[in-house]
C-alpha cells in the first residue's frame, strides 16, 4: 500500500519489537508540519491497538496484524500503517485518514503500560 514514489520499508518489526506505548514525536498532515498530534501515543500491546488521538481507536482496542511493511490496526481509522522506516526504538509511519496523508515519527517509550 506504498504511496507513489515511497518504497516502503523492506525490513521487519516483529510483534515484540512493537509492543510498547510509542508518542508521536513529529507529524505531517498533507504535506505540512502539525503540532496537534505531539506528545500524542500509539499502543501496540497484547496483539492490541489503541490510541489517543482524536478519532484514531480512542479508548479501543482493536486487535493488529503486521504484514511485511504494514501494521493493520484492526480499527476503522487508521486502518493502517506503512512503515516507512524502524531502527531500534523509533519508527516512520504513514496513512490516510479522512483523505489526508499523514506522516508519524514516532519514539517508543521506555515505560511499560499496566497489562
Known sequence: MGCGTD?????EVSELELDGVWEITHA?????PTATLDGAVF?????KFSSN?????EDV????????????TGATLPE??????Y???RMELVTVVHGHSFVFEIKKNPIEVDK
Request: glycine share 10%.
Open 53 to 57: 488521538v482524536p478519532g484514531f481507536a
Open 80 to 85: 493502517y500503517f506503512l512503515i516507512r522506516s
Open 87 to 89: 531502527f531500534e526504538n
Open 61 to 72: 482496542r482493536e486487535d493488529y496484524s503486521i504484514s511485511q511493511d504494514s501494521i493493520y
Open 7 to 11: 518504497p516502503g520499508f523492506e525490513g
Open 43 to 47: 499502543v501496540f500491546q497484547d496483539n
Open 28 to 32: 505531517v498532515r498533507n504535506g505540512s
